[in-house]
Structure formats: structure tokens, C-alpha cells
């Protein structure tokens, strides 16, 4: 059945934008490619246009988003992207990057989504990589915790506590992911973030491409972007799309129940190296 099968994209597609991180202007290109050869990013704006494979080995930092370096070379906050074409099926893509940073859109992965759909997809002549949760795994620490039970499709059950902020509390959320939940319940999901956490940042310029064009900022029990929220839990299925995209670099589908709390890239990371 086409579902068990690999992917790429049927044709090419192009973003362009503003990196959150960064501020600076980018643009990528995302091309079908063969089977099996996975996920590459490549930096075509540097010498020698050097490729950067999306899987595990090759996280160099988690600063709030996950960014990819091999050599000199590097790329910022592909979580997103990654996420969009995890959750789409989509195993195969050779995707050109001009600029540090993956455009962060409107900080979700919906404008991805969309143009992945118009885009269409191409059944390859391979069988897709599965990794099967067999027995429970579990990664802890402090107040995070992450865990994955053997169950037959995949299942991503996240739980948020923030406490210390009146407008997002604790929230739960659970969903079956398939390429039809992640485009009517997860993509549009926005980043989000504490003003009180954000503005130091800006001052530091360490976050330049700020906006409330690019997430959800939240002061108090206030949600500052006039639109306001896309959902009443929109901050904890952001979580999950975060998470989809983190374990995209496992290089493979998960079949199994991952139970989240509390985590963020470097958790994702860290309990993905263990499924590894």
C-alpha cells in the first residue's frame, strides 16, 4: 500500500522570508529527490555549497529552536519545515538554503503545509524506514519527561505546565498523527513565547526577526497579537509540531505512543538519540 511506501515531492517549491533568529533575509528551494536519500539541506550561498543530512548526528545547538551544522557550515530553526514534512509523509528532499536560517512564515508550519499540498507528492519504489516501538522507552530530567509505548500507528500526547503564566496554565493535548490530522489540527499552530522571556532576548539581539507577524506573544493573562489565539490550545499543539519535527531527524517514521512533559529541542533531541 502507497502509504508503506517512500516519498518525495512531485515538484519544486520555493520560500522566502525573514529568519526569526537572525532577522536576516532567506530563501530556500525544495527539490524531489531519490529514494532513500533522505533529507539534505544544502547551503548554497557558501563556498563550495556544503550539505548538511537532517538527521541526529548532525544537531549542533538547541537554542530555543534546532539548528543543523556540519563543518562551518550550519542552519538555523528547521524544526518547522521538518515537521511539515514528517507529518506529511514526505521522506525524501533535497532542500536548497540561502541564508542561516530556514523563513520563519507566521511561526507555524501551515504556510509550508500548503505549498508541500500544492506541490503534490510522488510514491518512490522503496519501502518506507519505520522504527517500531517494541517495549517502553523513557528519558527524564529535573521536570521533563519523555517516553514511547509500543502502539501501531503514531501517537504524540503532550502535557504543557507553565504556571507562571495566567493565559497558558497547563494544557493536554493527545492526537493520532497522519498527514490528515496534522493539516486540519497541528500545522497552523503558532510559536509562542513569555514577553517577560522575550524581550531580554531582543535586547541582547540574539532574537532580531521578532514579530507578532511570526507567533504568539503573551503578557500576563494577556495574548498581545490583536487576531489572538487560532485555538484554545494552540500553545501545547505547537509543542507537538515541535516535537514531530525534532524526531524527524531520527530519518525514519515512528510507529509508537510518545508521551511528552514539559519538553523542549534539547529534551526532543536527547530522548530521540535514545530511540535511535
Known sequence: M?????????????FSGV???TGENAH?????????????????????????????????ETPRCT???KGNASVRMVEHLLSALQ????????????????????????????????AGSKVLEAPKKIIRIEQPIFWSEGHTHLMALPCDEFRVSYTLHYPHSPAIGSQ?????????????????????????ELAPLMAKGLIKGAGL????????????NPEGIRCSDEMVRHKILD??????LLGASVRGHVIAIRSGHAANIAFSKRLQ
Not at 521522506?91 to 536560517?101: L, Q
Not at 507566521?106 to 508541500?116: L, M
Not at 516535537?243 to 524527524?248: K, R, S
Open 19 to 21: 529568519g526569526l533568529f
Open 243 to 248: 516535537l514531530i519535527g525534532d524526531m524527524a
Open 67 to 69: 539548528c543543523l551544522g
Open 87 to 118: 507529518g506529511l509523509g514526505i521522506d525524501n528532499v533535497f532542500i536548497e538554503v540561502e541564508g542561516p536560517e530556514i523563513p520563519a512564515l507566521d511561526g507555524s508550519a501551515a504556510g509550508f503545509v500548503h505549498k508541500i499540498g500544492q
Open 28 to 60: 530556500i528551494r525544495l527539490l524531489p529527490s531519490a529514494a532513500n536519500s533522505g533529507i539534505v539541506f544544502q547551503r548554497v550561498d557558501l563556498p563550495e555549497k556544503p550539505t548538511i543530512p537532517a538527521l541526529l548526528q548532525f544537531v549542533s
Open 2 to 14: 502507497t502509504f508503506l511506501q517512500q516519498k518525495t515531492l512531485a515538484n519544486p517549491i520555493e
Open 172 to 196: 493536554y493535548c493527545s492526537l493520532l498523527v497522519n498527514p490528515e490530522s496534522y493539516r486540519s489540527e497541528i500545522a497552523q499552530c503558532r510559536t509562542f513565547s513569555l514577553y517577560e
Open 213 to 224: 507577524d511570526k507567533g504568539v506573544l503573551i503578557q500576563g493573562d494577556r495574548i498581545l
